[in-house]
C-alpha cells in the first residue's frame, strides 16, 4: 500500500530548520541522504520532493466559476508543509516506522496517510 509522508516544520526554526550555509544544515542534508539511502535502498520510496518556503506558494480556489487566487499557503499555522515521501509499505505500522527515520521527525512532524486507490 502506499502511504503519504509530509514533513511538517516551523519554518524560521533554526534548531530545525538551519541556515543553508551552516554546518547545521549539511548535517540535515546529510540525515536526509542516509533516509534516503536507506528505504530507497530497501525499495520503498516511489517518489519524494522538497518545497520551496511558504513564500512562494500561491493557493488557488474557485468561487461561482470565477478563479481565486491568494498568496501563501491555505493555513496560517506554526508549522508548514515542507516535502514529502510517497513510500510503498505493507501496512500502517512499517509506514510509520520508516517516517520516524525522516529527520524532520525530531522537531517537526510526519503526517503519515494512506493514499487512496480508485483502480
Known sequence: MKYACLIY???????????????AWGAVIAGYMAFGEEAGGAGKI?????????????TVQVV?????????????????????YILECADLDEAISWAA???????????????EDYG
Open 64 to 84: 461561482d466559476g470565477d478563479i481565486i487566487t491568494t498568496d501563501g499557503p491555505f493555513a496560517e499555522t506554526k508549522e508548514q508543509l515542507g516535502g514529502f
Open 9 to 23: 516544520s516551523e519554518e524560521g526554526n533554526p534548531d530545525v530548520n538551519p541556515d543553508p550555509s551552516s554546518d
Open 46 to 58: 516511489l517518489a519524494g520532493e522538497a518545497l520551496q518556503d511558504t513564500e512562494t506558494a500561491t
Open 101 to 115: 527515520k525522516i529527520p524532520h521527525a525530531v522537531g517537526g512532524r510526519i503526517e503519515v496517510r494512506p493514499v
